[in-house]
């Protein structure tokens, strides 16, 4: 399908560098995990990616491409990380997941589309008229990927999107990523600050510190043989590595 | 369903004294509007020579006016063009402002930044005076009076618009519509204004209230409506050049403004009181008492006496439940809780969002609000008995010996005022501390909790500190004193895994060094496994195990606790498996099914399951509840189901 590709990106907040020419690249039909601490400049590139963010220098390409930010047609969609503020309260599910479906689509098709998609996500196009209030983080975040399928992007940004679930209900839409990859060769960059999480869904990894990324390469290389002091911060970070009971 | 949980809020406003009277009153005089100019002009027209300007008699109850017309008559029938003119002019504010305070939105930025600051600039300006001002471009009149008042009030509206509208701007929902393509005018349509159109509706209705009594004040001025025509405050300007022969010619008209504007005012505020209220329809339920205490049939044989004598006991807990008014009778949200945390012990309480974790804890520490009825067969804390009633006593006693940290840091603490201050605070509060000892006390504290040069962090506001500092300066709040238990909900999952990992190190620190007792609440399993000696997991308001943290991984023995362990993915998971999931949903606490609670979600359920509930038994290794405990389950079976999944 498409490649994604930062080149020499630097975007900054008035006197705050977010994010300081970085360049990466998500290859075709690939998982590229991002990892780092909050205020490292992750979303400030997941924003940048889908024209959220104000650019200062650097390119963001599709296949070569620069990424379209106006108009109807959007081939970057992103997912955001908190599943109580990305969907409109006042829209049914069904609604919220047409959005993105170009306008000239007839009735009866965007509904057929709107089916295909909810049952996709395992939501069940049955659902299609539950509002968001009567779903769970889990369900929530599930149709905010439908939605994100519904603009047929070549690519997804997917921001922490399972950072403000219960780790019970993470599971479920970790697998819903990986499947989703597989099934439709999506490309997809997937933040987290989580190490076991960008581990089990992602190919490659690109690890943030700072603003600049300090180490990339294949996700079990860099996790066996770390040669950033930040990454082995992080390593040592994930839950259950450490173990601190007192001795009684 | 469209919109119900709204309209049920709002109908909660009627349940309210001052809701019902209020919305009694509108209606009445929306009525008298609509019929009053149909059913009395002619006798508001009425001339009767006789009794110019006569007092209150059994004919004329507030007696006449200077040409012997009937001032009750007359007020009522002036209902309905004070009200046109008060709905007309609100009606122009509320256009006026919504132009004006969504047109930031639509224009580019630096015209945008122009409007709002016109806008504020109107704002400052006293309404009354903008109104004059206009009253008088306009010319006098009631169309004048219309425009003045209208626009007068559009400032506050655009104000009110433009703040609505931001936050929903700022909302991952907008962003998502544009990312879509989704343009300016269409995102403004769809998403924006339907979600701030209750509000702004309320809002009106208050400024309905207002906009009468300023009418009433400009036709009083002489400024609103001329004769012949008349609205209430034209009647209260001829009324009162009168005041000393017949002063039932000003009171009526003015005691009709008065109850309306009041009227309108009020059924706004207690709509708009009654929206703002979270939880639907139930949270203004009178307070429910619960119903007798059923015998404890959930105390198994080990729950009897803490383990280990009871002299080490910091907290004692035995059958807690914790109810909640529902729409349907009291909703139990923790039901039957019994454990006991012994001196420097440190015990993990994990579960599913809404198995009862932080109420459970709230109740421990006293702060369960006023709706919820807390009830238990015992509950101590240092052996104090806090079912008693609370004394100042023993608040000090809780303020000293107890913290409380909780998962948003930034909602703990005061927004405008320094940490260090906030921190004294506690000391010259609860230990007598002078100013100065205090603030000390403060720094110190803040430097325990390693925040790098306290000294000037102190002086700073909570806003300045970082997510994790921020979590740190409120543990180091609750070590002010020398607490015998930290009680911690969700202390880290707003956090970073590596500020996480750094706020668990110095729980534990704090532990170890002063044998402090710890109570950690967490979604994580594995959170909890990393700094506890012992776990509890709840499902569904109920401990259903009890067991060594050391055992969690590998040795748990309720089919809920191996879910729980194996949902979440570690640096060893194996990749080329879907990760199991927990199929199904949480129980609803309202709706709690007989027999097990986990039944519908657990692989081994078998029909005893179902309906008989089993109880938490205790032995050498821990409590659990269970029919099935230890029972191996098939890894198939700890399901990956892919449908309806949570
Ligand atoms: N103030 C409240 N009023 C009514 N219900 C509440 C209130 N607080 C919590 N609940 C309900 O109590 C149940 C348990 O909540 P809680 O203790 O917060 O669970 P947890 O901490 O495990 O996520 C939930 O169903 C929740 O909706
Ligand atoms: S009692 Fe039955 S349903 Fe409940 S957890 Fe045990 S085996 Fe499962
Ligand atoms: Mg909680």
Redesign the interface.
């Known amino acids: 399908m498409s490649e994604l590709r930062f080149e020499d990106l630097t975007v900054r907040y008035g006197a705050t560098t977010a994010v300081d020419d970085v360049s990466l690249v998500v290859p075709t039909g690939r998982i590229v995990g991002l990892v780092g601490?909050?205020?490292s400049g992750k979303s400030t590139m997941a924003?940048a990616a889908?024209?959220?963010a104000p650019v200062e220098s650097g390119r963001i390409l599709l296949d070569g491409e620069p990424v379209p930010l106006r108009?109807?047609?959007?081939p970057?969609?992103?997912v955001?990380?908190?599943p109580f503020?990305?969907?409109?309260?006042?829209?049914s599910i069904g609604e919220?997941v047409a959005?993105?479906i170009p306008r000239d689509v007839r009735r009866a098709a965007r509904r057929a589309e709107v089916a295909r998609l909810l049952d996709l996500v395992?939501i069940?196009s049955a659902r299609a008229d539950a509002?968001p209030?009567e779903m769970?983080?889990?369900?929530r975040q599930r149709v905010?990927l439908a939605?994100?399928l519904?603009?047929q992007p070549a690519v997804v940004v997917a921001d922490e999107i399972t950072s403000a679930l219960?780790?019970?209900?993470?599971?479920?839409v970790?697998?819903l990523v990986?499947?989703l990859q597989a099934e439709l060769g999506l490309s997809i960059l997937f933040i987290s600050?989580?190490?076991?999480?960008v581990?089990?869904v992602a190919s490659d990894v690109a690890v943030m510190h700072r603003g600049r990324i300090v180490e990339q390469g294949p996700t079990a290389q860099v996790?066996a043989t770390p040669s950033h002091d930040y990454t082995r911060?992080?390593?040592?970070?994930?839950?259950?590595?450490?173990?601190?009971?007192?001795p009684? | 369903m469209t919109g119900t949980p709204s309209r049920r809020r709002h109908l909660s406003a009627l349940r309210t004294p001052l809701g019902v009277v209020t919305a009694l009153l509108a209606i009445t005089v929306l009525v008298l509007a609509v019929v009053a100019p149909i059913l009395w002009t002619d006798s508001a027209k009425a001339v009767d020579t006789d009794d110019i300007l006569a007092g209150p008699s059994a004919e004329h109850w507030a007696g006449t006016d200077n040409l012997g017309r009937d001032i009750v008559f007359r007020t009522l029938v002036a209902t309905r063009l004070s009200i046109e003119l008060a709905l007309s002019a609100t009606l122009i504010a509320v256009v006026v402002g919504l132009v004006l305070g969504v047109a930031p939105q639509l224009l580019g930025r630096r015209a945008g930044r122009l409007v709002t600051a016109s806008i504020n600039i109107a704002v400052a300006f006293p309404g009354l005076l903008l109104a004059l001002f206009f009253a008088v471009v306009f010319g006098i009149g009631a169309t004048g009076a219309v425009l003045a008042i209208g626009l007068a009030g559009a400032p506050s509206f655009a104000r009110l618009v433009q703040t609505m509208v931001a936050g929903v701007v700022s909302l991952d929902y907008v962003a998502a519509a544009r990312t879509a393509g989704v343009g300016r005018f269409r995102i403004l349509v769809r998403h924006v204004l339907p979600n701030v159109a209750e509000p702004l509706v309320v809002n009106a209705t208050i400024g309905a209230g207002g906009a009468l009594l300023a009418f009433a004040g400009l036709s009083f001025l002489g400024l609103g409506v001329q004769a012949p025509a008349y609205d209430w405050g034209r009647l209260l300007f001829d009324g009162v050049s009168a005041l000393y022969v017949n002063p039932g010619a000003a009171l009526v008209p003015g005691l009709a403004v008065l109850v309306t504007g009041l009227s309108f005012n009020l059924f706004g505020e207690s709509i708009a009181k009654a929206v703002g209220v979270p939880t639907q329809g139930t949270a203004l339920a009178p307070r429910t008492v619960v119903a007798p205490r059923r015998s404890t049939d959930h105390a198994g044989p080990a729950t009897e006496a803490p383990v280990g004598g009871t002299d080490d006991v910091v907290l004692d807990v035995r059958d807690l439940e914790v109810a909640f008014p529902g729409a349907d009778g009291p909703v139990q949200v923790v039901r039957g809780v019994t454990f006991a945390v012994r001196r420097g012990e440190a015990v993990g309480i994990v579960g599913e969002s809404g198995s009862g974790k932080s109420l459970t804890a709230l109740a421990v520490s006293q702060l369960v609000d006023d709706l919820g009825q807390v009830d238990a067969e015992r509950l101590r804390f240092l052996g104090e008995d806090l079912l008693t009633s609370d004394t100042a006593a023993r608040r000090k006693m809780l303020g000293t010996s107890m913290a409380m940290v909780f998962q948003d840091p930034m909602t703990s603490f005061n927004p405008t005022r320094r940490i260090g201050g906030q921190l004294a605070e506690v000391s010259r509060h609860h230990h007598g501390l002078d100013r100065k000892q205090a603030m000390a006390r403060a720094v110190d504290r803040l430097g325990a909790v390693r925040i790098p040069a306290p000294e000037r962090r102190a002086r700073q506001y909570p806003h300045e500190f970082s997510g994790g500092m921020r979590q740190r300066a409120m543990i180091g709040m609750g070590i002010m004193g020398s607490p015998s238990l930290i009680i911690a909900d969700e202390p880290t999952t707003a956090l970073d895994v590596t500020v996480q990992q750094q706020v668990l190190d110095l729980l534990a620190a704090i532990r170890r060094e002063d044998d402090v007792a710890l109570v950690l609440i967490s979604h994580d399993v594995t959170v909890v496994g990393e700094v506890c000696d012992r776990v509890l997991v709840m499902y569904a308001g109920r401990i259903v195990e009890d067991l060594p943290a050391a055992d969690l991984a590998t040795a748990g023995r309720h089919p809920y606790t191996q879910a729980l362990v194996a949902a979440v993915p570690s640096m060893d998971t194996a990749l080329d498996e879907p990760l199991a999931v927990i199929p199904g949903r949480p129980v609803d606490p309202a709706d709690v099914p007989p027999g097990c609670a986990y039944a519908a979600r657990c692989p081994l359920a078998t029909e005893r399951c179902r309906v008989e509930d089993p109880p938490l038994a205790g032995d050498e290794r821990g409590r659990v509840a269970c029919w099935h405990a230890g029972e191996p389950i098939e890894p198939m079976q700890l399901s990956t189901t892919r449908t309806d999944v949570p």
């Open positions: 601490e909050s205020g924003r889908v024209g959220l108009g109807h047609r959007r970057v969609q992103m955001f990380q908190d503020s990305s969907l409109d309260p006042r829209m919220s959005e993105p395992h069940g509002r209030s769970s983080g889990g369900q905010a939605r994100a519904a603009a219960d780790v019970s209900i993470q599971g479920t970790l697998n990986r499947e600050h989580n190490l076991a999480v581990r089990y996790l911060d992080l390593l040592a970070a994930v839950p259950g590595t450490t173990r601190r009971r007192s009684r």
